[in-house]
Every structure is written in structure tokens, then in C-alpha cells.
């Protein structure tokens, strides 16, 4: 059996291996068996999803192979991620499950595990579980199979969660906040939230129908959010990705945000009020070569890990650092929760500006970005363009002009089948050519 587990989760083009209703019930009764293992006493899980319409398949396999094993099954409905790592800890659970492919097209899905701290579970659990799946689980007796029961208050309790982070001496009268939640898992909570601390809410993105999560919208397509921004003279879009665990902020121009920017905001003012532990920020070797700098010059430290907020979580914890995420809008705050919220992160920057009394604008600018070229080159199954002699040398040559002028990375993409190849340099022309010299080799490579 190839390889279950990426950089989040199990996930992959619905009713296709590995996202088959078959696996999915093999991995609910895997992971059922792995957390009830050690006791037989009752056990529970939660389930969250997101829109998808795939959700209500993978839902009721998973519940049918949980149950199998004995665990008792509290079903969420639809909900951000965070909402589920929030509740699994709060309602004592033992496991909690996010049925979602994040940012990913419609036709995608995927299952993301949380453990019974809210934490996502470690690369050594996945393993186990892992090697659970493919040796098979036998049913337990037939009079102790689980329970499944469905929680309909699960949004009301994320909302309420959300907006005791946000400081009690605030409202949000008199901001006109354009959220944009990607059709997903936050349609109805982020705008509850939004208008119950008295925000003017304009909603973009809140009617899902199971096909048009992501679509055009949200995180990763913002261009309808800023417009809809300047449309309405707003002071700010926040752009929730499909399952809302990461966020894209505009400003009142409509101009894009990213998670570099408001790290680099959040850095500076946890710093200056000695609020930042271990005065570090946790990111990813994706963040940008600016936002090092901008730190060491506020005496602070920019710690990376490799790609994936389950990675910059577990560096936290290690370190018991406290503000982590990637610029692609992951953002976690270990002070209020277990893993990338993007409402959270929203209302933290909504407070900034009421506190700064500064616009959008203003403190999406902390830094200047050093130039920062990503492209992407998608492969098939079975590929390893890689281990290309061609695209070898590509890279090695890359690597030789950037020394002394930028940085260069190239990964395999935890997600999707794709070869993400991205360089920074102040010398644009030598950026340019770096990247198109390693995407057009890998094209070559994947076509053959």
C-alpha cells in the first residue's frame, strides 16, 4: 500500500485511492483501534467537515469504521478545523477528525486527525496508524459497537470561543469588514462572529452547495474579495481559506496581506510587550527573507521548519514558543489555540487596528519583501521528477548563480501532485532565470 499520509492528513481526489469510501472506513476503524487500545472504557471522537459534498460520504464511512471499534461518535456537521481541535479538548474527547481538503478544489477531499490535547497528531502516530490500515482491524463484539450522535450547538461554541479572544474592552463598531469564506466550513460562523462584536459585515462567499468551495474565492483567489472591498469603501477583507484555518487579509485599497506581513506585525507588538516567548517567530523556509530581517532588527528570531503548520506547531511546543504560521496564512497562536484559526487571526488584526488606530494598509506594510518567485509544475502518479539528472543540474546551476544574491527552494508539494520550485533575490533578472530554468526542466522531465 503506497504511502497514506502528507504533510496534513490523508488527502486526494474524492473516490479515488486513497479518498475512497472503502479507505475511509479502513482508517476510521485503524485510528479507532489505536486510541482504544489502552482501555476499554467508552471512547469518543468528534467530526467536523467542511462543504464539500463529498463530506457526507467520507462522514459516514468514518463513523462506521469508528464505530466498529467501539468508539463513540459526536458528528459536528460542518465547521472550521480549529473548531474541531477547540472542541475535541473542551468536550474530553479522545480523538478528533476534519473532514476537508483545506484550500484545495472541490473534487478533493481529505481527513485530518486531531489527538485528545487538540494538537494534530505526530508523523510517529500517522505511522502507526498507517501500518494499522494495512494490516487490517477486526470488529469488536456486536454489543459493544459505538454510538453516533449529532452536536448541533458545535458553531454557537467555536463562535463564543473566537470572541473571548478578542479583548473585552473592544467592539468593532463602525468597521466595515468584507469576509470572504471561500464557500467553506465558515460560512455561517464568520460572520456571526464578525457582526455579533459590531461589525458592518459584507459576506462574500456564504452560499456553498457542495461543488464551489474555493472557487474563485477565499484565500487563494481574493481578487472578488478586494474587489467587492473597494466597491464598498471597506476597511478591511479578511479571506478564510475552504475549512477557515488560514486567512488572507486586504487592505482598504484591496491589496493582499499575506501571513508574512501579519506575523510581522504580531511579532513586533508581542515583543515590545514582552509577550512574545523565547522572543521568536516560528515559520516556514517559505517565509520571506524580509521578514528575517525585519525581526533581527527588533531583536527578535525567525525559527523555520519545513512546510506544514503541523510542523510549525510541534517546533512550538518544543520550544514553547507561542506565535507561529506560514505565509500562506496559517496562523497559530498557541495563547488561544491548538492550530491555524483564520477568524482568530482576523479579529487579532481587527484589534490591532482599533488599538493603532491605523489602517489596513498601514500595518500590512511592516516590511519590504526581498522579490519572491513560486511557480508550480504538476506531475503524475508514478513520477519522481526529481531524481531527473536533467532537472539535477538545473537546480545545482540555480543554486550557484543565488549564492550570495538569494535563496532557492525546491520541495515536492505535501498536498497535490506538484514540484513547487521558489527562489528569492533582490536581482530580479537572476531570480527570474533561476525558476524558469528548474519549471522547464521539470516540464520536460514529467514529459517524457
Request: hydrophobic residues 40%; contains cysteine.
Amino acid at each position: 500500500m503506497t504511502k497514506l499520509f502528507g504533510t496534513d492528513g490523508v488527502r486526494g481526489t474524492a473516490n479515488m485511492h486513497p479518498m475512497t469510501a472503502e479507505m475511509a472506513l479502513r482508517i476510521g476503524a485503524a485510528v479507532g483501534r489505536y486510541f482504544k487500545r489502552d482501555s476499554g472504557g467508552v471512547r469518543r471522537v468528534v467530526i467536523g467537515k467542511d462543504t464539500r459534498l463529498s463530506g457526507y460520504m467520507f462522514e459516514n464511512a468514518l463513523t462506521a469504521g469508528l464505530t466498529s471499534t467501539g468508539m463513540n461518535v459526536l458528528l459536528l456537521g460542518p465547521v472550521p478545523t480549529p473548531a474541531v481541535g477547540l472542541l475535541t479538548r473542551s468536550m474530553r474527547a479522545d480523538l478528533g477528525v476534519m473532514i476537508s481538503a483545506s484550500h484545495n478544489p472541490a473534487i478533493d477531499n481529505g481527513i485530518k486527525f486531531f489527538g485528545p490535547d487538540g494538537f494534530k497528531l505526530s508523523d510517529a502516530v500517522e505511522a502507526e496508524i498507517e501500518a494499522l490500515v494495512a494490516s487490517g482491524v477486526d470488529p469488536i463484539e456486536s454489543s459493544q459497537i459505538g454510538r453516533a450522535k449529532r452536536i448541533d450547538d458545535g458553531r454557537f461554541r467555536y463562535v463564543e470561543r473566537v470572541k473571548s479572544s478578542f479583548p473585552r474592552s473592544m467592539r468593532l463598531d463602525g468597521l466595515k469588514v468584507v469576509v470572504d469564506c471561500a464557500n467553506g466550513a465558515a460560512y455561517k460562523v464568520a460572520p456571526e462572529a464578525l457582526w455579533e462584536l459590531g461589525a458592518t459585515v459584507i459576506p462574500v462567499g456564504t452560499a456553498p452547495n457542495g461543488h464551489n468551495i474555493n472557487e474563485d474565492c477565499g484565500s487563494t483567489h481574493p481578487q472578488s474579495a478586494a474587489e467587492t472591498v473597494v466597491a464598498h469603501g471597506a476597511d478591511v477583507g479578511i479571506c478564510l481559506d475552504g475549512d477557515a484555518d488560514r486567512v488572507i487579509l486586504l487592505d482598504e485599497n484591496g491589496k493582499v496581506g499575506d501571513g508574512d506581513q501579519f506575523m510581522a506585525l504580531m511579532a513586533a507588538r508581542w515583543g515590545a510587550e514582552d509577550r512574545l516567548n523565547g522572543n521568536a517567530l516560528v515559520a516556514t523556509v517559505m517565509s520571506n527573507l524580509g521578514l528575517e530581517r525585519f525581526l533581527e532588527n527588533k531583536g527578535l528570531r525567525l525559527e523555520r521548519t519545513s512546510v506544514g503548520d503541523r510542523y510549525v506547531v510541534e517546533r512550538m511546543r518544543k520550544g514553547g514558543y507561542n506565535l507561529g504560521g506560514e505565509q500562506s496564512g496559517h496562523i497559530v497562536m498557541t495563547d488561544y489555540s491548538t492550530t491555524g484559526d483564520g477568524l482568530m487571526a482576523g479579529l487579532q488584526f481587527l484589534a490591532e487596528m482599533i488599538r493603532s488606530e491605523k489602517p489596513a494598509s498601514a500595518l500590512l506594510s511592516s516590511f519590504e519583501p526581498v522579490p519572491q518567485l513560486l511557480k508550480n509544475v504538476r506531475f503524475s502518479a508514478g513520477q519522481t521528477p526529481l531524481d531527473d539528472a536533467s532537472v539535477k543540474a538545473a537546480i545545482a546551476q540555480a543554486e550557484a548563480d543565488l549564492v550570495g544574491n538569494g535563496r532557492l527552494l525546491i520541495r515536492k508539494s505535501g498536498t497535490e501532485p506538484l514540484v513547487r520550485v521558489m527562489a528569492e533575490s533582490e536581482d530580479e533578472g537572476i531570480l527570474n532565470a533561476s525558476v524558469d530554468s528548474i519549471v522547464q526542466a521539470v516540464q520536460e522531465a514529467v514529459a517524457t
